[in-house]
């Protein structure tokens, strides 16, 4: 662990916990009035120390590893197997070729891929609540979202970002697309904001199991049902899905707006087009809220006492 | 509330096995033995209320999402798989409420297998007056008869309130189906505790029994009924052991095996849970004989 403040000890686990609240959350270094205490180290210094602490575990076991890594790989190629028998049997699904859903199964599953990679782990909050560990992990100085995050953190997961990269530069090549500079450059924002939106998404889904530790698996709906749907063209849906994909819970932004817009596809609900350049802007919106969920949460927090 | 589940997650399997064993492997009532080791499998779950809900929420989540796509498909290919489109949404539904039941993304007791391999705690498990096998069979059949009540029914229902679902109306049919899911929860734990076997020789587990549990996904026809595999693909898998766990109990109960045909179906998941309980007995006889503990 870093150089642990003796300015800590003397606080009281109280003043920690309060330092590590505000640390976590904003990456304002110590509580003011502490003078003598050294800076705690910031979130993403935490975060790639423990992180790469997690990589040499994994590796210690070194076939199960390769293991691991082959079956996350398989697991997601099999969703587009299962993709790729569908259009053995048929030539369009929802009006869409197969390059064409090829491309949004693609950028669904590099965004998620991405963001669980990086924050995958975080999903054992609830687990942390119960058994009382996360109290362990509030009385370091280091941040606590930092802490959780890259806890156990699963390097096999690159797996699933891999098959997701790999089938997007298949669909790139299959696609016939009139590309103009705006649709090239607006593949990497989409990605870059798709992957924002679901680190958003699982940072408010484990600031919800401060509440509901239990509950963890409701998370998997929007996480992992969110990828899955955004894998299939939104035609397939019923209207009220699409409308509360994109209104309520934005996960249109991901890849569907962006992605139409790329395609040359109309537009569901009759959304105008201009919609397809807002992902960064909703994004930046969801990880505030969600950053601010967190926040609550961490304040809210009881010991369990265990 | 939660608290109390976790400790009970902990206590309860060793707990109440060891009290049962005084009172009745004396008696030699090996059958009650294993009944009470069934019924704590049962009672260890059903402490976990909230997550049970959470899980038939999300499982939901997945049937709604699936069942449009499966619209889609059949909408293009009426027929696909010797299926018309409501029997394809039935198969959405009665996957969604099995999936926990035959353990489709394994873990569960292999999981807890496989830690007690890897730090040597199966020593104690060895030396109970307990056949290894059965116990663990006894505490998984108690699981999925909780997960079959617990994450099937609602999901099911669900699905038949919103959409156009296939369901028989005559008993015997449902019965069928019931007898169909108990053995493939059997052939399901075979295959289980086959792999965390091999925890015994790679420690860690958790590897050999990803690419089982995704082998399953795939061939158990989670993802796609194994009718609507194409040609050879669909042979070999309606084949594997893993038809077993999902495609038959669903093709009971839409009434698709009946006469010999139903026996036939039994026969299959008889057969293949026979081979794989068989191979499971002859690996923990290999391993027990090659057993070091660990940190002892």
């Known amino acids: ?306 | 509330m939660s608290n109390r589940g976790n400790s009970v997650a902990k206590g309860r399997g060793a707990g109440l096995g060891s009290r049962a064993l005084v009172s009745v492997a004396g008696e030699g009532a090996f059958v009650r033995l294993y009944g009470v080791v069934a019924a704590g499998g049962f009672r260890r779950y059903t402490t976990y209320r909230v997550a049970t809900a959470a899980g038939v929420f999300t499982n939901t989540v997945f049937g709604v999402i699936v069942a449009y796509t499966y619209i889609a498909l059949w909408d293009q290919r009426p027929n696909l798989g010797g299926y018309d489109q409501s029997q394809a949404l039935t198969y959405v539904w009665v996957s969604q409420a099995m999936l926990m039941t035959v353990n489709m993304f394994g873990g569960g007791f292999a999981d807890e297998l496989v830690e007690r391999i890897r730090t040597g705690d199966i020593a104690i498990d060895l030396y109970r007056p307990a056949d290894l096998q059965l116990w663990w069979l006894s505490a998984d059949l108690g699981r999925a008869l909780f997960h079959f009540l617990g994450r099937g029914a609602v999901p099911l229902a669900f699905g038949a309130l919103f959409f156009d679902l296939a369901l028989p109306t005559n008993p015997g049919t449902w019965l069928a189906f019931l007898l169909a899911v108990l053995l493939g929860v059997v052939v399901s734990f075979a295959l289980r505790f086959l792999v965390a076997l091999t925890a015994f020789w790679l420690l860690d587990g958790a590897g050999v029994s990803s690419l089982v549990s995704i082998a399953g996904l795939f061939f158990s026809g989670m993802l796609l009924p194994l009718n609507a595999f194409p040609g050879l693909l669909g042979e070999v898998a309606r084949a594997l052991p893993w038809s077993c766990l999902l495609q038959i109990p669903a093709d009971v109960l839409m009434g698709r095996h009946h006469g010999t045909g139903l026996l036939g179906a039994y026969g299959f998941q008889l057969g293949w849970a026979a081979v794989l309980l068989g191979a499971g007995r002859v690996l923990q006889s290999a391993a027990v004989r090659r057993v070091v503990v660990q940190g002892g």
């Not at chain 1, 990589?55 to 790729?84: H, P």
């Not at chain 1, 048929?90 to 009006?95: N, T």
């Not at chain 1, 969110?226 to 994109?246: C, E, I, N, S, W």
């Open chain 1, 1 to 306: 662990m870093p150089d642990a403040p003796e300015a800590v000890g003397a606080a009281g686990v109280a003043g920690a916990t309060d330092a590590m609240d505000a640390t976590g959350v904003v990456g304002v270094a110590g509580a003011a009035g502490v003078t003598e205490r050294l800076p705690a180290p910031g979130m993403w210094a935490t975060y790639t120390m423990i992180a790469g602490m997690w990589i040499r575990s994994t590796l210690a076991y070194r076939a199960s590893f390769v293991m691991m890594l082959v079956g996350n790989f398989l697991v997601t190629a099999f969703d587009f197997v299962v993709i790729a028998l569908m259009f053995s049997q048929v030539r369009s699904l929802g009006g869409y070729s197969f390059a064409e859903v090829a491309f949004l199964y693609g950028t669904s599953t590099t965004a998620f891929g991405l963001a669980n990679a990086l924050l995958g782990s975080i999903d054992k909050l609830g687990a942390r609540v119960r058994d009382g560990t996360l109290d362990t992990l509030l009385v370091r100085p280091a941040p606590v979202l930092a802490q959780v995050a890259a806890d156990r953190f699963g390097l096999q997961r690159l797996g699933r970002l891999l098959q997701g990269g790999l089938v997007l530069g298949g669909s790139l090549l299959a696609l016939h697309v009139h590309w103009t500079v705006l649709k090239v450059l607006l593949v990497p924002v989409m990605l870059l904001s798709g992957t924002a939106i679901f680190c958003a998404v699982f940072v408010a889904g484990a600031a919800f199991q401060f509440w509901a530790q239990d509950a963890a698996e409701v998370q998997s709906a929007f996480t992992y049902g969110g990828q899955t749907l955004l894998q299939y063209p939104p035609t397939v849906f019923a209207k009220d899905m699409v409308r509360g994909v994109t209104y309520i819970f934005p996960l249109a932004f991901v890849n569907w707006l962006p992605a139409l817009y790329i395609l040359g596809r109309p537009y569901p609900l009759g959304l105008p087009s201009w919609l397809a350049f807002t992902p960064p802007l909703v994004a930046a919106l969801c990880l505030t809220l969600a950053g601010l969920a967190w926040r609550v949460g961490v304040r809210a927090y009881r010991s369990t006492g265990s």
